[in-house]
């Protein structure tokens, strides 16, 4: 597979910006300068105890901060995908991550494969249990199963998307003759890609349902060998390790003497991720919001990219 380049689209800002104008401009400037994927990130509400993002106990990371207030804005990743879908024809989607326990399995099943069959099967969702308290108690649901209740929302929705008549019996939901149309555009449903450390929870859930790993925790820092553990781990559960795509991160380098991205170092990285393989090499660059502006600066960093993947 052709080595993809994915950036991240802030659709969270700590203060009201007065227009998400910007989302748009940006969208369409990675569309038409060839960028292969954009992620949106998701919280659905939040408590007063942010300092928990840096506890890797409880899905954290370790020196993380989390980047707003509890007051900050953040609009709901699958309601920006949809929108920006229609206009972009064929940058590909996705959500990095996706609380997806906090959606009604029924509902989240029948609204992914609604905005794959409008983008023409441009969808991707990553999925994690997260790692706020208050944002399950405020769902009414248990904190401590939150990676049960994740389980259980892939294999409600994989059973909908993959059959056309579906059956299912899990703790809290038993269906049988279902029928939900249109599936997915995509074979097998929207793909899933699986966010998390090398533990036994994620690691089946990776293998079980998941078409890409989002790497979490220390497996961020050591990717070769952290690939290497979740190949591992995942043949231990009767997967095909070959048969999973993986995210790399990409560390920006900036120059010392104005701060501006030294655009040749960075890419520098890629032939080692591209080796220990990484099929999605992911990194925020800094993007003007200005729509020709942001084509020419993408354009730039696309064009470097491919050649530092050949």
């Not at 590909?92 to 609380?99: A, D, E, K, S, V």
Request: charged share 25%; with cysteine.
């Amino acid at each position: 597979m052709q080595p993809q380049l994915s950036t991240g689209l802030r659709s969270f800002t700590p203060e009201d910006p007065g227009s998400w104008q910007h989302l748009i401009d940006v969208a369409r400037a990675a569309d038409e300068a060839g960028v292969d994927r954009l992620v949106v990130s998701d919280h659905v509400a939040f408590g007063e105890q942010l300092e928990d993002y840096a506890r890797p106990e409880l899905g954290g990371t370790e020196g993380g901060v989390q980047p707003t207030s509890p007051d900050g804005y953040w609009l709901d990743p699958l309601t920006v995908i949809a929108h920006l879908t229609s206009v972009t024809t064929r940058v590909r989607f996705g959500t990095n991550i996706l609380l997806a326990a906090l959606r009604r399995p029924l509902v989240l099943a029948k609204v992914a494969a609604t905005i794959d069959v409008l983008s023409g099967g441009r969808l991707d969702i990553g999925v994690g249990i997260g790692w706020q308290r208050a944002e399950y108690e405020a769902a009414g649901l248990p904190y401590r199963r939150r990676g049960r209740l994740l389980d259980h929302t892939l294999e409600v929705c994989q059973a909908l998307w993959r059959n056309r008549v579906a059956d299912y019996g899990g703790e809290g939901v038993t269906f049988s003759n279902i029928h939900q149309m249109p599936k997915p555009v995509q074979p097998g449903g929207v793909p899933i890609w699986v966010s998390g450390t090398i533990n036994p929870g994620a690691m089946r859930r990776l293998a079980v349902h998941g078409s890409g790993w989002i790497p979490w925790g220390p497996e961020v820092n050591d990717i070769a060998g952290g690939i290497e553990r979740m190949r591992e781990a995942v043949a231990g559960y009767g997967r095909d390790p070959s048969e999973i795509e993986i995210v790399g991160r990409l560390r920006r380098i900036v120059r010392d003497d104005n701060g501006e991205l030294d655009l040749e170092a960075t890419m520098a990285a890629v032939p080692d991720l591209v080796a220990a393989g990484v099929t999605d090499v992911r990194a925020g660059f800094p993007i003007s919001e200005e729509r020709e502006a942001a084509t020419e600066q993408l354009s730039a960093i696309v064009e470097a990219f491919r050649a530092a993947a050949s």
